[in-house]
């Protein structure tokens, strides 16, 4: 079991930056791909970015590319993302979660993600 707790969500004016984290606890966090997903009211939860087990490989979805970065502190059983120049519609619920694939283009699915986050809000006003 993995159990991971999202933080540094909220408010931000469109152009501004946040940067949210990803606690994990339970299982050896180095074992899992991390993957940050998002959902907007009356949309599907979709990908915004992954990153291996070691770091070594990361992906972003086309829409945040350039502004948007993932990182990762095995040490510290974290993971991150940094969000700048935010846009109106990077609103949504934003959601880390836990594979254990361990690589390839299968990791923007949210379905080969087993252990996820209650999720944290991200709204960016215009």
């Known amino acids: 079991q993995v159990q991971l707790v999202e933080s540094g969500g909220g408010l931000v004016q469109a152009g501004g930056s946040l940067r949210l984290s990803c606690a994990a606890s339970?299982?050896?966090?180095?074992?899992?791909?991390m993957g940050w997903f998002r959902q907007a009211p009356g949309k599907e939860r979709e990908f915004v970015s992954t990153?291996?087990?070691?770091?070594?490989?990361?992906y972003l979805a086309d829409s945040v590319k350039g502004r948007f970065t993932i990182s990762r502190d095995n040490a510290k059983s974290t993971v991150h993302l940094q969000m700048n120049s935010l846009k109106p519609e990077d609103t949504a619920v934003y959601y880390c979660?836990?594979?254990?694939?361990?690589?390839?283009?299968?990791?923007?699915?949210?379905?080969?993600?087993?252990?996820w986050g209650q999720g944290t809000q991200v709204t960016v006003s215009s």
């Open positions: 339970g299982r050896t966090f180095n074992s899992y791909a």
């Open positions: 990153i291996t087990w070691s770091g070594g490989n990361t």
């Open positions: 979660a836990a594979s254990v694939v361990l690589g390839g283009i299968s990791l923007t699915k949210p379905s080969v993600y087993a252990y």
